[in-house]
């Protein structure tokens, strides 16, 4: 739900319980309980990150807060990391990592520095990091024809522990062919998570992404 209120596409909606159930159902990803939603938007009520409507609808209210609030919160450590290396250069591993896409319909995606790296240029890794949901891994390897290394890595393999990390999948302009990239508020979290120049990262994809979008929608 964090996700949900917090992704640019969705800084001009008003929600009700019944939407975000009903939004998170047409996803691949775990839907929650009504009772659930229930529960979460009475807490964000409380702590001042949505305003209510008379009608009982909501609305995000404070995005910085609440965005701060679960960066400070998250687990990126949670998501269990594995250092791989390949052969593939350029336009080879782009073309595995889309037909890998393809097949795993969206539980694929440019994660951290990588997806930053296409969302707000700023930090530049010569490490390709992915999320993969763990039934893929085989398909992956595959596609990638990736080994699993203690050193030399190039490629960055992360397993999420939640799937909700493939909510929003950004993907390329028209005649890309690339995987998609994990949604800008989670780029956000996990670069700032991650060690290296993961803050200074996540300040551009803050700067230049996310607070125009919000400022246009008259939420900053």
Sequence with gaps: MI???????????????????????????????LGLVNKVVQHLRDEAFIEISGDGGFRLRDP?????????????????????????????????????????GGLAAYAAFSAADFQAPH?????????????????FEALTEAKTVETGENLVLLIPDDDGVFYMCEGGQVGDRRLAC???????VDVFNSRGRGEEAAEALLEQRLKPEWNRSGLL
């Design 3 to 33: 996700r949900a209120l917090l992704a640019p596409e969705n800084a001009r909606k008003r929600w009700t319980q019944r939407d975000m159930e009903a939004h998170f159902g047409e996803l691949r990803i775990p839907k929650p309980s």
């Design 64 to 104: 910085l807060k609440l965005l701060f609030e679960w960066r400070d919160a998250y687990r990126f450590d949670r998501h269990e990391r594995s250092g791989c290396f390949t052969l593939l250069r350029g336009r080879q591993l782009q073309d595995a990592l889309y037909k890998l896409e393809l097949e795993t």
């Design 123 to 139: 930090v530049r890794q010569a490490k390709t990091w992915i999320y993969v949901r763990q039934d893929y891994i085989p398909r």
């Design 182 to 188: 994990t949604n800008v508020v989670q780029t956000y």
